[in-house]
């Protein structure tokens, strides 16, 4: 469980759910430091979302686990929807901010430790790069079976990430680079995130391209049945059972 | 001498210089972080200069040392305006930008090792809370006594600075009175800028209340003449001698 000082992300938000300023600060592993952006795009309307991410709630159904909720940005609005939504993140302040914000469903737990004994849902989303939250292919594999036993036959994995490669910054083809040499994939980053006085512990964010996810679901009870393509690199993956 | 990893702050500069997106990240050796606000501060034209900044424009005489010129935001004004002006900053980068933004003398050397060798002036500016560069009491008053010997005998400091208890932030007041624990001043800050891979080591930077200055300055050949006031406790104090 994280500590209270180790909430930086919750702090964050709960800070601009207070009208403060805040800005979220991520530090790599190889002291590469930069802001992440505002805690505003946490709370973003969907009218302002982008347009892949519109286009990914039309194939969300029935009850939702909403992984990693941050804010309650996705789950929010789909809660409004009639959707019953289950929110799960592992920052305690950043739920206490789903819940003042009317999310009925909040689940504290880390991602990676999620199984059929939270539910069986319909839905699960890993919205905003979420897919990331797997950490490692290894773990992402495995995740991804477990996934299996808490989904509906008929269930959908709806999961946003983004190519590493599509950058030409040298600090992260260099970054890129230092992670294949210690045998890691290019995108698993070793991140953690800083506000103010707080810091989560480091961990590892996995970003992938349509080739890795395709790599990934390999041997997994999924495939994927639609790309939506966003900017950047960026595009959601829409995955159903085999 | 900076090494080319240290030099953050020349870094920040010179991106936004370039026309790239710049923030600048400010770290406290409490593990405190925050973001300083964008790189543009430093290149802000007159025009947009907050009042007491314009105002102590006038108080301005002769030839000039502007100690961490940074950009070169006041040196390339006064130069303009006529005046012979030095920039003196730790930063290569730094000073690449001055040069690059035409400004004719630069010196590339820490605040601190600044001596009547670099020359004799009628202004010493410390704009941008740049009193901050003496680090502490003691260094701060030794380096007064040897502006004197920097300066003509009409000469001035203009001395930028801001009251580090003007702040009902807990997280600032919590450091204060961690400082006076350790038998600092409440606000000499240890800190270093970071940006991007680059980062600085750690410094002292002093900020000091109208009364702390004047308690610095008793015993060196250096009066207040005149305060010119700002917001949040910032203000200017004209040093003339006695």
Redesign the interface.
């Known amino acids: 469980m994280l500590k209270d000082e180790e909430d930086a992300y919750g702090q964050l938000v709960y800070a601009y759910h207070r009208k403060e300023e805040a800005?979220e600060?991520v530090e790599r592993d190889?002291?590469?430091?930069?802001?992440a952006g505002g805690a505003k795009g946490y709370f973003t309307p969907y009218e302002e979302w982008p347009a892949w991410n519109q286009e990914a709630m039309k194939y969300v159904r029935g009850t939702v686990l909403d992984v990693g909720s941050g804010a309650g940005r996705v789950a929010l609005y789909l809660q409004e929807r009639g959707h019953d939504v289950w929110g799960v993140d592992n920052s305690p302040m950043a739920l206490k901010v789903c819940k003042e914000r009317g999310l009925r469903h909040t689940i504290l737990m880390p991602a990676t430790q999620l199984s059929s004994r939270v539910g069986i849902f319909d839905t699960i989303l890993m919205m905003g790069n979420n897919f990331g939250l797997f950490g490692n292919p290894r773990r992402a594999r495995w995740m991804l079976r477990r996934f299996r036993n808490m989904t509906t036959p008929e269930g959908r994995i709806i999961a946003e990430t983004r190519d590493a490669l599509e950058t030409d910054k040298p600090?992260h083809l260099w970054y890129h680079e230092f992670n294949r040499n210690r045998g890691r994939m290019p995108g698993q980053l070793r991140i953690r995130v800083?506000?103010?006085?707080y810091?989560t512990p480091w961990f590892d964010y996995l970003i992938v391209s349509k080739d890795e996810m395709e790599e990934i679901l390999r041997g997994t009870p999924w495939r994927v049945h639609r790309y939506l393509d966003g900017e950047g690199g960026i595009y959601i993956a829409v995955l159903e059972k085999v």
């Open positions: 800005v600060i190889d002291g590469f430091i930069d802001v600090e800083r506000f103010k006085k810091a």
